[in-house]
């Protein structure tokens, strides 16, 4: 009796495990997705506020791409945001070149022949901590393309300028899409990627 209970515990384990729901990606994790011809692709996006989490989600919804989010260790507050204060945490950090905030979280891209980069514009171009993730990954041979979302100052050069600390990126261009359905970004991207 108690191995016909056993089997039949175990049976229903491996049955509910082969009839389960795929699991969807989450942050740093999930199943390599494709858009059209572009081989693996993963999304990053870095998100103060949640409008470039939004963002990057629907993208890699449409994709089918994996996504990551670029975690500070160092959360940022409402007043580190102000970039009415000069004294701002992240206004301190966009007027230092050479800051890199530190990230909580470990990346690699290496696996993915694609990386949409999604960020928020702060003083017309990317946070540092986007920075300190380009500096982080090993860009041979992979395309790049940006995105990001903006209050009003759009894309500016902060797609170039994150793709020259890209080293051996293909840096395909990049758009703000502030605004747009993920179905638009996909059709961006796949025609960037021509």
């Not at 949640?50 to 990551?68: N, S």
Request: proline share 4%.
């Amino acid at each position: 009796m108690k191995k016909l209970i056993l089997s039949l515990l175990i049976g229903g384990i491996v049955t509910a495990g082969v009839f389960a729901a795929p699991s969807t990606p989450s942050t740093g994790s999930g199943t390599a997705g494709s858009a059209g011809s572009t081989g693996s692709v993963a999304v990053v996006y870095f998100s103060a506020t949640g409008t470039t989490e939004r963002m990057a989600k629907d993208a890699a919804k449409a994709m089918g791409a994996d996504i990551f989010e670029i975690q500070p260790v160092q959360k940022y507050s409402d007043a580190d945001l102000n970039w009415h204060d000069k004294k701002s945490r992240s206004s301190i950090e966009c007027n230092d070149p050479k800051s890199r905030p530190a990230i909580a979280n470990k990346m690699d891209i290496a696996k993915y022949d694609t990386v949409i980069l999604c960020y928020p514009i702060w003083w017309a171009y990317a946070p540092k901590i986007v920075y300190t993730f380009v500096e982080s990954q090993n860009w041979n041979g992979k395309k790049l393309v940006t995105l990001c979302t903006s209050g009003g100052s759009k894309l500016g050069r902060s797609g170039s300028d994150l793709a020259k600390f890209a080293k051996g990126a293909d840096f395909k261009g990049g758009k703000d899409f502030t605004r747009g359905s993920g179905a638009d970004i996909k059709k961006y991207v796949e025609g960037a990627l021509k």
